[in-house]
């Protein structure tokens, strides 16, 4: 099976950084995504890593080491808005047949 | 463009009726995908359709459970007695070819009581 773990909640101050860390054990590697989900709403894509390093997209990056099954996104500049939960997910081959960690809350306090 | 959409977007429904959720995924994309996202829990994949290939049903969590895409479009999960465990919010997500990224419709909130 896939085994993915990701802190359950965080909670930062507006215009703080978060760092969301993600590890995972699964029986192959075609990628890690990252998700963000607003209460009620739809999954929607942040960030997309296959090769070792950082991916930087404005004030989310996200980093990767397949050698650690280790992943991290990192929010920096935190706004009201980005109180979600961050899905960390693993894609075992190319059919991109998604595994999902739990999910991190993230609180963003005034 | 209009992005993916399910219906209905609530259903409650009493043990042991049969239930059939529906996904229109975006126009033009050949791969569909179907999760569920128990309280408290992430999201479980369930089936996976690419193209006109046989589906990926290894993550139907029993019989009770199956899918269909016709045309290489419109996708139903069929529930078949619906227990109150199947309870959930059923995801349906679609992706071109290439690149990667799956873009998730809104979802089917299921209660069943």
């Known amino acids: 099976g896939q085994n993915i773990d990701q802190p359950t909640e965080m909670t930062a101050t507006e215009g703080a950084i978060v760092q969301i860390n993600c590890t995972y054990q699964t029986s192959g590697f075609n990628g890690l995504f990252w998700y963000q989900q607003h209460a009620g709403e739809a999954p929607t894509f942040l960030s997309y890593n296959v090769l070792d390093g950082l991916e930087e997209k404005g004030r989310f990056s996200s980093f990767l080491s397949r050698s650690k099954g280790y992943s991290y996104l990192l929010l920096k500049e935190l706004q009201m808005k980005d109180s979600a939960s961050y899905l960390c997910a693993v894609s075992p081959r190319g059919d991109y047949k998604l595994s999902f960690g739990a999910g991190t809350t993230v609180t963003v306090r005034a | 463009g209009a992005g993916v959409s399910q219906s209905p977007s609530n259903k409650v429904t009493e043990k042991g009726k049969d239930v059939e959720l529906r996904c229109d995924p975006i126009?033009?994309?050949?791969?569909l995908y179907w999760y569920r996202q128990s309280l408290g829990q992430g999201l479980e994949f369930l089936i996976y359709f690419q193209g006109n290939s046989a589906p990926d049903k290894s993550g139907l969590p029993s019989d009770r459970f199956s899918a269909e895409r016709t045309g290489g479009s419109v996708s139903t999960l069929t529930i078949q007695r619906t227990q109150q465990e199947d309870s959930a919010v059923y995801l349906c997500?679609?992706?071109?070819?290439?690149?990667?990224?799956?873009?998730f419709g809104p979802g089917t909130r299921l209660t069943v009581t």
């Open positions: 126009s033009g994309h050949t791969a």
């Open positions: 997500a679609s992706r071109r070819d290439s690149p990667y990224e799956q873009y």
